[in-house]
């Protein structure tokens, strides 16, 4: 198994610009997530998925949106970036949310800078 | 979970000492516990967890404790090594469908 797997490694976007990271996961979990990391900080998580077709906003949505059309895939859409959101981003599953089965597997992050 | 108030912030120790992080939480519906380590420029990854009917597990030289009734669980790492520098995140969970991150202690142990 590859584990999450996350496209691009690292990107530079001008301000306004727009592009998606991409997270696949082939362990067949229902659970995923997406966080940011801003430099010496924890983890914030942006949205989530309980399954293919359900996404839900989590701690700071605003200036992104996903998307679920599969279990493997869960994108994260950047509109119009700004400076603010120069972060690692963090895809990670889950095949439950807690307990047993509950570890989150975390992609390798998409380090992305704004100018 | 609501809220999750982890500390120290940073930690040093000198290696073989002992370090512990302790992490409040608010949500008496918290049942999941667990910790990830995570090394500089790298991902997290869980190192041990802990359910909400267990008081204390063990995993090797890492431990972890849970007190309901205060709502507080620690980490605790025993003769420590050059390798345990990390940043260390506890986490809880309850009946949301996500985890809810302390901010991080960051660890150094020095020789």
């Known amino acids: 198994n590859a584990g999450v797997t996350q496209t691009p490694k690292f990107r530079i976007l001008k301000i306004g610009q727009s592009m998606t990271l991409q997270c696949t996961q082939d362990?067949?979990?229902?659970?995923m997530y997406w966080y940011r990391q801003d430099p010496g900080m924890g983890l914030k998580l942006i949205y989530y998925?309980?399954?293919?077709?359900?996404?839900d906003k989590g701690e700071v949505p605003n200036g992104y949106n996903v998307s679920r059309s599969t279990t493997e895939d869960f994108p994260l859409r950047l509109e119009l970036a700004a400076p603010s959101q120069t972060s690692v981003y963090f895809c990670?599953?889950?095949?439950?949310?807690?307990?047993?089965?509950?570890?989150?597997?975390f992609g390798p992050g998409t380090r992305l800078t704004v100018t | 979970g609501e809220n999750v108030e982890q500390h120290p912030s940073t930690l040093s120790v000198q290696e073989g000492d002992s370090a512990v992080i302790k992490c409040t939480y608010s949500?008496?519906?918290?049942?999941?516990f667990p910790w990830y380590k995570q090394e500089l420029g790298k991902r997290p990854q869980l190192i041990i967890d802990i359910r909400s009917n267990v008081g204390e597990k063990k995993d090797q030289r890492i431990a972890v404790t849970l007190n309901k009734t205060a709502k507080h669980f620690s980490l605790h790492i025993t003769e420590t090594q050059p390798e345990d520098s990390a940043v260390y995140f506890c986490?809880?969970?309850?009946?949301?469908?996500?985890?809810?991150f302390g901010t991080g202690t960051r660890l150094q142990v020095t020789l």
């Open positions: 362990m067949n979990h229902n659970y």
């Open positions: 986490a809880e969970t309850g009946t949301a469908s996500k985890l809810t």
């Open positions: 990670a599953s889950s095949y439950s949310p807690g307990g047993v089965d509950g570890e989150q597997y």
């Open positions: 949500d008496s519906a918290s049942n999941y």
């Open positions: 998925s309980v399954g293919a077709g359900i996404t």
